[in-house]
């Protein structure tokens, strides 16, 4: 993790700073699933300053190496014209570190309904009574909102910027650019 390079978002009067960071964020995970390596992290700089959101600024984080394979890929077609491209650049040095990672909400409950009948057997009567509609869990995180590429399905996928530490810790990144467990430096 010692560069980094920033995609900051361009004022779009005809679409959301949400949507657009969806739209990157859905690219992103493209072009991290190509690239077939583990070593790219992410983070959202400015999470903090955006309130509820995620904020217009996508951070990269890996070596020099892995950073330019994935920037020579071809994922941000579409994208190029609503985005500042940065440099990449060394990190800073005595930066603070965090974890930044997919938190997973039980959102639907017609979702977990059907599970639960065809996991048990059960009819839909019973399955009603067992997970009501109060079951489903809500969330205060930022999201984007993406597209499963198996299903179909329309999801959000929650981000939780995991508290600052002192040292870094290494893991491995998903092809979201997430973990629970390796940290990204943060500045």
Known sequence: MDHYLDLTLLPDPEFPA???????????????????RNDVGISFPDVEKAGSGLGSRLRLHGNAEALNQLMALNWLTGMRDHLNIGATAPTPQQTKHR??????????????RRRLMKRHSLDAAAAQ???????????????????????????????????????????????????????????
């Not at 597209?147 to 998903?174: K, T, V, W, Y």
């Open 99 to 112: 974890c930044v990672s997919r938190v997973q909400v039980d959102s639907s409950p017609e979702r977990l």
């Open 18 to 36: 949400s949507q657009l960071m969806s739209a990157l964020f859905a690219k992103l995970h493209r072009g991290l699933h190509d690239l077939h």
């Open 129 to 187: 009574a067992r997970i009501p509609d109060s079951a489903a869990q809500r969330s205060d995180l930022p999201f984007v909102n993406l597209r499963s590429n198996s299903s179909g399905e329309h999801f959000r996928l929650f981000i939780h910027h995991g508290p600052l530490q002192d040292s870094a810790q290494p893991g491995a990144f998903s092809a979201y650019g997430l973990s629970a467990t390796a940290t990204v430096p943060w500045f």
